[in-house]
């Protein structure tokens, strides 16, 4: 079973402060992804990677980045924590060249910024 | 921006009583796919229709996939109080080749009466 593997399920942090938020998964796979899921507006993509260090913005990257410099472990980094960006996280992974590929789903993090 | 758009937004039925839950999108897609949320966790994978296929089963699923009008139902037969969680649809553009990225609707509510 692929295991996608959260670093924190609860998170406290001060506005201003910069935040890492860790994912590892343990099947090879290439692409990862984060995404970011707030009552009534489902999940937003923000950022993806198809591969070691390579990166690619999603629908909303705006006061996020991430790094990718293993192919197991796909960081999202909030540079200054606002109180706009408390919300539930979810880091996703997916192998390629199956035709079925399915996304395999961390247990997220839940941020408070305050 | 949003793909799919689930119909209903939330449903409360009995157990034994089948759900249907509907989910609209706009561009022509590979595949789309079907996740399921139980409450503070990860999405799991329920099960993935191609754009070439009209139904697919599993156990107590069934999903159906109408690409003239954009639209696919999911069909949990025989509900159990354990059915209870949220449901996603999730479709995989046909345009971004290989990496595609899924791009997730806002999600049902389903609830289960014991």
């Known amino acids: 079973d692929v295991k996608v593997t959260q670093s924190s399920r609860y998170l406290v942090k001060r506005t201003g402060e910069k935040v890492f938020l860790e994912c590892v998964q343990d099947?090879?796979?290439?692409?990862m992804f984060w995404y970011r899921q707030d009552p009534g507006l489902g999940l937003r993509l923000i950022y993806f990677?198809?591969?070691?260090?390579?990166?690619e913005k999603g629908d909303i990257p705006e006061g996020y980045s991430v790094s990718r410099e293993k192919k197991e472990r796909f960081s999202l980094i909030l540079e200054s924590a606002s109180t706009n960006q408390t919300s539930m996280y979810l880091c996703?992974?997916?192998?390629?060249?199956?035709?079925?590929?399915?996304?395999?789903f961390g247990n997220g993090t839940r941020l408070t910024v305050t | 921006s949003q793909q799919g758009e689930e119909d209903p937004q939330a449903l409360s039925i009995q157990e034994g009583e089948n759900a249907t839950m509907n989910c609209s999108y706009k561009?022509?897609?590979?595949?789309l796919q079907w996740y399921r949320q139980n409450s503070g966790r990860g999405l799991v994978h329920l099960i993935l229709?191609?754009?070439?296929?009209r139904e697919k089963h599993s156990g107590r699923l069934r999903v159906t996939l109408d690409t003239s009008k954009k639209s696919s139902s999911l069909l949990i037969t025989a509900s159990r109080a354990a059915d209870t969680a949220s449901y996603f649809c999730?479709?995989?553009?046909?345009?971004?080749?290989?990496?595609?990225?899924?791009?997730f609707g806002k999600g049902i509510t389903l609830s289960v009466r014991p």
């Open positions: 561009t022509s897609i590979n595949n």
């Open positions: 229709i191609r754009s070439n296929e």
């Open positions: 990677s198809y591969d070691v260090k390579m990166k």
């Open positions: 099947m090879d796979h290439e692409n």
């Open positions: 996703a992974s997916r192998g390629i060249g199956t035709a079925d590929r399915p996304l395999h």
């Open positions: 999730a479709t995989d553009s046909l345009y971004t080749g290989a990496n595609s990225k899924l791009t």
